[in-house]
Every structure is written in structure tokens, then in C-alpha cells.
């Protein structure tokens, strides 16, 4: 899943300045599953910004609403008719939900309430890890089906570096390296040959660096 | 032979060499490459220039290796995957080249998590081995990484990797440098040897896949100046493996009331005089950074000098 | 209730420990539980959530704690870890929010007939007293 995480509260006031009635927008998806920008996560905002604005005098008027997914054309025309109540939407989506706001509706001001942390996993209540880089052309067959794109700080594609010791990161004691992890896992399944061949130099066009990515689908079209 | 290089001419000749290691300025001072260089020249046959090594801004490796080109030295040019995409590093070693560069160190390059600009982008568009056999490629194939025909003047590298003995997995340490020498690497200096049990084992291995002869290994080394600095390299430096006799024989020096920078020159000594008796080591690549002006003593007393050529 | 001498103070309590204290809730204005304390109870501390803390907040308490049992006699067994860690959260938001995180507090107390339940009612009253009204409530 996306995982995320509320942006620091200093930060989303600084950019609600002025701004005198806010609809506070939640997402029932992956953001609602790691704990920060579902239903709950929506309450306790609004409560935060209330109380902050009722100190300083300034009172807001928040709006609280929790969308099936943001990133669906579908669940984000409900607010058609609705979104120019507001002096300004605050999604607690990733940023796909936050772009896909702006992109539908067009005079409306819309921010930002988290960081879009990255592609991972939920290892246990309240622990979060990244796993997958979104490379557009994935290359875990090779590798025992552990990424050194997402998982090695130096994106390695043929072992690990010098910095590998006792199966930890050389940039952090608490990040595994994970060719140490790829070479236990093929040894396990008598697989080392695989490490023996030289991975070629990867082709990024199919990750962010060729631009902006779209998959079209004719046989789904209506 | 195409590249010219004196150490590519040292090695191939069979001869014991020596390479030493040249750290450039955080600045734009020539005078500071120049000054490394005189304590340097008549030592070792060539001089590693480092590419901002540690990730810390410095003047740049090929920039430096001009300078200490003008000064009679033999540079072997470094180059990272961490600042440079493979344009920009294609691009540079052309550059390189036409300047008269001819032995280029390939690495993937320290993280610059603890360098001093830890919010930069790291490139990484390939890693060590994928640079070894771009480069090489272009010497050998006369083609660009995208496949494109490099016309007219190819770049004619003595190509270089380091590689870590120290590192784990162990048992991988051997095949990664052989793939390293598949991918294009000629010689190859390690990290820094103090622990000579291990440093044995991983040449065995070496020399199992019969990597040794088909390309020269250089056994990294550098003088402990302190004990200090002896602690530091064993407990924060990730890859590196100080045994504590290291330790010790400082601190007996110390407890004698004798140097101890004497005695950090004698255990460098000591281990060259050890790795020159293991089969497959071609030489030794000796990194006194900051503290350049050992190596002519360290060179003389382990009967390096004088140098070939 | 803006007055410094009378502070607006929200107590959610555990169950167990307000009765294990007091023995009978009607008992309390004689053991001498301030009366400024409004008393909520709650079957267990671990359920008292993040919203509810900051509600009352919002609604004009000057300060706002939580009693509990001691960590290792919850009868829930982590209900009070998991109020700590609510009212933690909380005491951060206020923190981030230029508001004293003193005005909330969390408790434990162990659960036996004893004046502990009455002592942290009136700490706070002291503590509240001296921070002075909610900064939501104007100068």
C-alpha cells in the first residue's frame, strides 16, 4: 500500500492562513490503513485546527468527509456541487488523491495534510517499511524477489558494496542490507548462479525519469 | 597496452607496484595538489585522486589529476556513480581522456548520507560494475552506453575497481571481484588490510577462480598516526576490519614512551613485507590521506624504491 | 468557568480504579474530591481516544486527565499503556500548538482503597491554578 504520514501541524497551519472554511478530506484507502488520513485521522485534524484557531482568535469553519478512494474519478465527483463551498479542500490522501482534487476541480484550493511516504508493507501495528520503488519494470525475478531498487541506498544491481557488514546497511545499523538478504535467500534455494551474471545497466525510462507514465487499456475502455 | 599507462606498464612487467593516494582541497587552491604531489613523486607509480571522497565536496578528480599531471605524476583518475548520470560521466571521461588521463578507478561511491550535503540527490544510475563495463565498452567497442558508434578517439582506460575483502557476505567478496574483472576491471585495490587472516582467506579464494591472473590486485594500506585514529577506523568505519594487536603495539609504543606515529609507519611496513609473500598480490596501494609525507619512509623501509621508469 | 481559582477540569477515569478508590462515587465531595472535577467514567482508560481528549479541550477545559490503573494491574491488561500513549499524543499536539501540554495528564493509580484517586484530582487543580485559564479562552 501507499503509506503516509500527517505533515508536520505547524506546517499545514502555516498553509490554512486566511483560509475561514476548510473541507477536511479523508480517504478510505491504503492512508486510512497505515493510520493517517482516514476517518479518525480526519477528526483529530479538525479538532488541531480548531482548537489552534480558536487561541489565536481566528476560528475556522471545518467541514469533515471521508471518500471511498481519492484516486478514482468515480468517489471524487461527489463533491461536485459541493466544492465551492469551501475556501479550500485539505486532503488527507497521498498525492495522488491531492493531484487528482486539483485536476477535477480547478478553482478550488487544495493542500496537502501528508507527507506520501512510500510503497511498503505493515510489519506490525505502528511499524511501517518500504519494499517497492514503482520502477515500472520490475526486476525481483532475478534477484529472489527482493529489491535492490527500494531497498539498497545505492540502488545496486550486482551484490553488495563494501559497506555491507553483519547484514546491516553501512548507512544505518537498523536498515538490512538487502544483498546480504538476496544472497542468503538464493543460497536457501540453491540459486546463487543467479548472482554470478552481470546485471546490466537498468533502462529508467520506465520509471519517473522518462516523465510522467499513463497505461491505456483498450480492452477496458468503454 | 593501448592506454600508456606507467602503472599498467609496472604491473604488466611484473613488478612489485605502488600506488599512493591524493585527497584534493575544499577549495580552489592548486598549490595544495602540488604540494601532496613533490612528497608523493619518486615513491609510487601512480597517485589515486579521489573523487569527493566520504561524499564531502572537493576540487574535482580530473580537475586535480591535471594538476598533478603538471607536476610529473601519473594520476589514476576516480570516478563515482553517486554524483553522475551516464551522461554526465561518459561525458567527463572523453574529457578525461583527451586530457591526458590513462588509469581510471571505477566505484559506485560512499553514500553522501554522511558527507557534508546529505540532502542531495544520489544519482546512482548504475552501479561499479556497470560503469567498469560501460567504460570499457567504449575503449574496447568504440560505443556509447546507449549502443551509439563512438566515432574518431576512443578513451583508452587502464580500468580499475577496489573491492572489499572485509565485507560481507565473505563468501561473495571473491565472485563479486570476479565479476568486476568480467565487467572490465585490470587491476583492483582493496580496502585496507590489518587483518591479514582474512585478507589470506579472500586471496585463496581469489586465486580459486583463478582471478589473480587476470588482473592485479593491490592491497590497500595506510599507517595508523594515532591511536585515536586506529579506534576510530575499527569501531566507526563500515567495511573495515582493525584487529586490536593494531591497537596494542600503538599502545605499547605509547607505554615505552616511543612514537607512536614510528610505530603506525613500522605495522604499514609490516603488513606490505606480508602481502608481498601472498601469491596473486601484484602490489600495494598505500593511503596515507592527510599524512602524505609518510610514504616516502614507508616506501623506502619496506624496499619499495626506487620505482621503475 | 473562567475563574483561575476554579478550574475547568475533565477526569476520565477507569472504572475500576474510580470505584476501587472511592468505594462509592457518592462518597467522594466527603473525601473531599474537588468539586471543579467533572468525572467521566470509563469502562477502561484504554478506551478513552484522542478526539474525546481534545473535544473537551475544545469545549473549554482548562485542564484534562485520564486516571487509569498502574501498568501492570490493568484489568484489560494494556488499557492504560494505550491511554498513556493517547494522552502523550495529545500532550505533543498541544506542545506543537504553543499550549502548555501540562494541561493534561495521565495517571496511574493503583487500585485499592486509598486517597491516590483524590490527590491527583487536586494536583491538577493546583497545576491548572497555577497555568491559569485555557489559552481558548481569551486574555
Known sequence: MIVGQRKPIQEIIGMLKGIKKILILGCSGCVSVCSAGGEKEVEILALILRIDRKKKGEPVETMEKTLARQCDTEYLEELKGEAGNYDAILSMACGVGVNYLADMYPTTLVFPALNTSFMGVSEEQGVWSERCAGCGDCVLDRTGGLCPIARCSKRLFNGPCGGSQNGKCEIDPNVACVWQLIYDRLKGLNQLEKLKEIFPIKDWSSSLHGGPRKIVREDLKL | MKSGSNLEKVLTSGQFAVTGELGPPKNADAEVIRTKARLLKGCVDAVNITDCQTAIVRMSSIASSVILMEEGLEPVTQMTCRDRNRIAIQSDLLGASALGMKNLLCLTGDHHKFGNHPNAVGVFDMDSIQLLQMVKNMRDEKVFQCGEELKGTEPTFFLGAAANPFADPFEFRALRLAKKVVAGAQFVQTQLVYNLERFTAWMQAVRALGVHEQCYIMAGVTPPKSIGMAKYMKNNVPGLDVPDEVIVRLKGARDAKKDVQEEGINICVDIINRVKEIEGVAGVHIMAIEWESAVPEIAKRADLLPRPG | ?139
Do not use: W
Not at chain 3, 491488561?77 to 495521565?106: C, H, T, W
Open chain 3, 1 to 139: 468557568m473562567n475563574d483561575v481559582n476554579q478550574p475547568d477540569i475533565v477526569a476520565f477515569c477507569c472504572h475500576y480504579t474510580a470505584y476501587a478508590c472511592s468505594q462509592d462515587l457518592q462518597n467522594l465531595p466527603q473525601l473531599g474530591f474537588p468539586e471543579n472535577v467533572r468525572l467521566e467514567i470509563l469502562p477502561c482508560s484504554g478506551r478513552i481516544s484522542i478526539t474525546r481528549l481534545l473535544k473537551a479541550f475544545e469545549q473549554g477545559a482548562d485542564g484534562i486527565y485520564v486516571a487509569g490503573c498502574k501498568d501492570d494491574t490493568c484489568h484489560n491488561v494494556r488499557g492504560s499503556q494505550i491511554a498513556k500513549k493517547r494522552v502523550d499524543y495529545v500532550k505533543d499536539v498541544f506542545d506543537q500548538l504553543n499550549i502548555e501540554p501540562e494541561r493534561i495528564e495521565m495517571y496511574m493509580i493503583s487500585r485499592e482503597p486509598n486517597r491516590g484517586f483524590i490527590e491527583v484530582a487536586e494536583e491538577m487543580t493546583m497545576r491548572i491554578k497555577k497555568l491559569g485559564s485555557s489559552p481558548l479562552k481569551g486574555k
